[in-house]
Nanobody
Framework: QVQLVESGGGLVQAGGSLRLSCAAS????????MGWFRQVPGKEREFVAA????????NTADSVKGRFTISRDNAKNTVYLQMNSLKPEDTAVYYC?????????????????WGQGTQVTVSS
């Protein structure tokens, strides 16, 4: 069983920054791909960013490209999402996800482990 715990969400003004963390436990993550998704009420969960665990290759959604950066610390089994220049439309619950595999994945259905989510609210 894999457990994912997100932290770092909160309330921030537009233009500000937050860093989300996702601590993973329960497995050896040397071959696990990780992703960040977000969801607002009434809408589907959408892809934000993904990273391969071993090579650190990343993919970022166009809507956040240049503002958000995904990274990982293998020694701590933790994945981060650095969010800069935040906009009100970034307001959502952010979820961390994991699956085995050596590439990155961008679809919700590709992942089989999910965290509980952390709320990010950006005020205008």
């Amino acid at each position: 069983q894999v457990q994912l715990v997100e932290s770092g969400g909160g309330l921030v003004q537009a233009g500000g920054s937050l860093r989300l963390s996702c601590a993973a436990s329960g497995r050896t993550f040397s071959s696990y791909a990780m992703g960040w998704f977000r969801q607002v009420p009434g809408k589907e969960r959408e892809f934000v960013a993904a990273i391969t665990w071993s090579a650190g290759i990343t993919n970022t959604a166009d809507s956040v490209k240049g503002r958000f950066t995904i990274s990982r610390d293998n020694a701590k089994n933790t994945v981060y999402l650095q969010m800069n220049s935040l906009k009100p439309e970034d307001t959502a619950v952010y979820y961390c996800a994991a699956r085995s595999g050596s590439i990155y994945y961008t679809r919700v259905r590709d992942y089989n482990y999910w965290g509980q989510g952390t709320q990010v609210t950006v005020s205008s």
